[in-house]
């Protein structure tokens, strides 16, 4: 006879020391170690050009951010639970307020969309007969052509 042992489906693995995205947290110690440097040699080196580097050491030390926030939003636990009710997994249990919200929201915006198709496409449709024309007059000078502007009637 065997016996069953109940599993849970939404145990986690714990992550010890600096968590999950361990080369986002060295890339981002690694560059306020370099700006650090950088900033220093620039403050106690005696250059010529010390502002250059106080400058690239503080751009270098503001770039290690991006590593920090990859870092931190790597780290980020959600429990599976609230996953699922995002990707809409989970099937509503009650269909109580919010969804006779979406079903009126739904309608109105159809309805919304409808009338600016039929705006769009003109009271002949959107492949009728009726063409409007438009005046075309150039103007031309030289000695070919006449002093006086020419009419023409382009048809869309």
């Not at 361990?22 to 700006?35: M, N, P, R």
């Not at 990859?70 to 307020?97: A, C, M, Q």
């Not at 000078?141 to 048809?155: D, I």
């Amino acid at each position: 006879m065997s016996t069953s042992v109940p599993l849970d489906p939404a145990t986690e693995r714990k992550y010890a020391g600096v968590g999950r995205c361990k080369c986002s947290f060295w890339f981002a110690v690694a560059h306020d170690i370099l700006g650090l440097c950088v900033m220093m040699v620039g403050v106690f080196g005696g250059l010529l050009i010390h502002d250059l580097f106080i400058y690239a050491g503080a751009i270098i030390i503001f770039l290690s951010l991006i590593w920090w926030v990859f870092w931190y939003t790597g780290n980020i636990d959600v429990p599976p639970e609230e996953l699922e009710d995002d990707v809409g997994l989970i099937e509503l249990k009650s269909r109580g307020l919010g969804h006779i919200v979406r079903r009126v929201s739904d309608r109105l915006s159809s309805r919304i969309r409808g009338s600016l198709r039929s705006l769009r496409e003109g009271p002949w449709g959107p492949t009728g007969d009726h063409r409007p024309e438009v005046s075309l007059s150039t103007v031309c000078e030289g000695t070919s052509y006449s002093k006086e502007g020419q009419r023409e009637t382009l048809s869309l």
